[in-house]
């Protein structure tokens, strides 16, 4: 039905001079034409269908990315990323991104504590990056972000936390081991306020993420590892709405009473305590 308009439409891109451009657009306009065809839509939901495009993009800004929350939410992003970041046996495995990066978070010192709030239950997260053949990485990056156990991400509260809470940058010692202090993770909703939210609720579904971490570790010759470790046990793990969870990013954190190591990091007792390796792959 109708197919000379799409043959025409994919047509006009003969003479594009990027070959892989022209074959993502070729693939896009047969997709959408199929779609349209499948599902018939009148010309109002059309309508309403660029008008919830639209309002995606005028709530998107440097603070939050409400098209990222949307390929998150249809589970885009992990098709993604389960495409184009395979990574070899023993490597630490990727997950999405999120809508919540800050570039050029504060780089702060080993143990340093990137709760600035006081709130929550304080946790202390040890760990080493190395290669697949085990050698230690020193120098290695690690950008840190979490939301607070209100929910919240620091640049949804900029009045709050001017100045950024719980995220950080921290660098590998020459053995390759990074420490920092914060509170434990809890799960929380992506925001709901917008039209993704709008979205989640006409379509009967949960906008709840499982408690995690965020990380970016990048180290001179290895592949960039986006990712982040989930709380063993915490709710919403089989049931994440960006479906990010992986099992070898389900992580424990135990409950610890070492007076030194309390007294070292400047904890409470008692406090929780992650231990985790990340292991990266070679460039290509």
Not at 196 to 209: C, I, T
């Amino acid at each position: 039905m109708n197919e000379h308009i799409t043959l025409e439409a994919i047509a006009r891109l003969e003479d594009a001079p990027d070959a892989r451009f022209k074959a993502v657009m070729t693939s896009v306009v047969k997709h959408l034409h199929e779609m349209v065809r499948e599902v018939e839509p009148t010309m109002a939901e059309w309508e309403q269908a660029i008008r919830f495009l639209t309002e995606v993009g005028h709530w998107s800004d440097d603070k939050r990315q409400e098209f990222i929350i949307l390929s998150d939410t249809l589970g885009i992003t992990m098709l993604v990323d389960a495409i184009s970041n395979q990574k070899p046996e023993g490597a630490t495995e990727t997950t999405v991104l999120g809508p919540f990066f800050v570039e050029d978070a504060k780089s702060l010192p080993y143990g340093a504590n990137i709760s600035e709030s006081g709130d929550g239950e304080a946790t202390l997260v040890t760990g080493s990056v190395s290669g697949l053949d085990g050698e230690p990485l020193s120098n290695a990056r690690l950008d840190v972000w979490q939301a607070g156990p209100d929910g919240f991400y620091d640049v949804q509260q900029p009045n709050k936390f001017p100045n950024g809470n719980l995220r950080g940058v921290f660098h590998t010692d020459e053995a390759g081991r990074f420490a920092f202090c914060t509170v434990k993770p809890a799960p929380y909703p992506v925001p709901t306020d917008g039209p993704v939210g709008r979205m989640l609720l006409a379509a009967g579904r949960h906008a709840w993420r499982p408690a995690h971490l965020h990380f970016i570790i990048t180290a001179d010759g290895y592949q960039r590892v986006t990712t982040h470790l989930f709380v063993s046990g915490s709710e919403y793990l089989d049931g994440d709405v960006v479906q990010a969870v992986k099992a070898s990013l389900i992580v424990d954190f135990t409950q610890c009473d070492d007076p030194d190591e309390s007294t070292r990091f400047n904890l409470p007792i008692p406090y929780f305590k992650l231990d985790h390796q990340f292991v990266l792959a070679p460039e290509i």
